[in-house]
């Protein structure tokens, strides 16, 4: 027979484990921690400056410098800093066209910088090389 109590203790439990299996201890799996990196930063800047090179550079320059009329610079960008991988994921996918309230410059940031192609993979892979410009 099931006492109140031992429900407790039951209940109890089945939240301890629901705790460690939420990533309570340190040993989380290879699988976890691919997750968290997703969401850190996972790109690899070295594929991400052939594209680089083929597309932002143009308008931001080959060090990220920026172009004065085409794009901003990378080098002191508070933008780039104070966003997350996925956010820059995000905004690179929209651009910022000079209707935008938020445009700056007058000139457009054109939806994955013309590219309509790339892939999220290869933007991640681009804000990961776009990081080492940054001083
Ligand atoms: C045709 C020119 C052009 C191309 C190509 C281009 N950009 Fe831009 N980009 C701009 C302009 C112009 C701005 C500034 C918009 C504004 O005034 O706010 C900008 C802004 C940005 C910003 C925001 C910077 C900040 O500090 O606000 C990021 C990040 C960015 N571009 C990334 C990229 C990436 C990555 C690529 C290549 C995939 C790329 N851009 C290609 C013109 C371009």
């Known amino acids: ?3 109140r109590r031992s429900v407790l203790i039951i209940v109890l439990m089945l939240l301890l484990v629901a705790l460690a299996a ?4 340190g040993d ?11 969401a850190v930063s996972s790109g690899d800047p070295d594929a991400g400056k052939e594209q ?3 597309l932002c ?3 931001h320059g080959p060090g990220g410098e920026g172009i004065e ?21 995000e905004f690179i996918k929209v651009g910022r066209p ?5 445009n ?11 590219n309509p192609a790339l892939t999220d993979d290869q933007i991640i892979d681009i804000v990961a090389f776009v990081r080492t410009l940054h001083e």
């Open 1 to 3: 027979m099931f006492t």
């Open 22 to 25: 939420c990533g309570g201890g």
């Open 28 to 38: 989380s799996t290879s699988s976890q921690a691919e997750e968290e990196a997703v």
């Open 52 to 54: 680089y090179d083929m």
């Open 57 to 59: 550079i143009a308008c």
């Open 69 to 89: 009329g085409l794009g901003k610079a990378f080098t002191t960008s508070e933008f780039l800093r104070e966003r997350s991988d996925e956010e820059m994921l």
């Open 98 to 102: 000079s209707s935008d309230p938020l």
């Open 104 to 114: 700056t410059t007058g000139v457009d940031m054109p939806p994955k910088g013309g």
